[in-house]
């Protein structure tokens, strides 16, 4: 039998089976402390004790080197209403926190005024991982609130079906 050629395509409709949550990473420049952020969807708890959390970031990202320099980081985790913020901070621009709502929160870092959910981090580690850099974080702090999350299934934004149980 001949083995078949591994296919990148392929592999990534594969993992797009997986639905997974959309996240903001957010931090400040350590050269003019201006905020940055990114879309993120490969976040991932990692600990309850002590409490962790990971994402990863591309290499060719342009935010690479900020996140690589950051001692902390937000992960914001959108709600199912926030596909324009999902979207905005995916894209390659230097503007994407301009008509975005968001404070300083726990070390300065820029807290978005709505999330589904919040954890501020402090980073704890970084690994290399293929085409990718994982970043662990510690959380410092979190908050939740009654909202869905967005969710991103197959390419494309998608919601939560809740069951229905008899």
Known sequence: MTAKKFSHKSFRETLSQFATGVTVITTVDAGDASPVGITVNSFNSVSIDPPLILWSLAKDAL????FQQAEF????ILGHDQEDISTRFARRQHNKFDGTGFYPGLNNIPVLENYAALLECRTRNQYDGGDHIIFVGHVLAHHHTATDPLLFHQGRYTNIRPRTTD
């Open 63 to 66: 935010s690479l080197a900020t």
């Open 73 to 76: 980081f937000n992960v914001h």
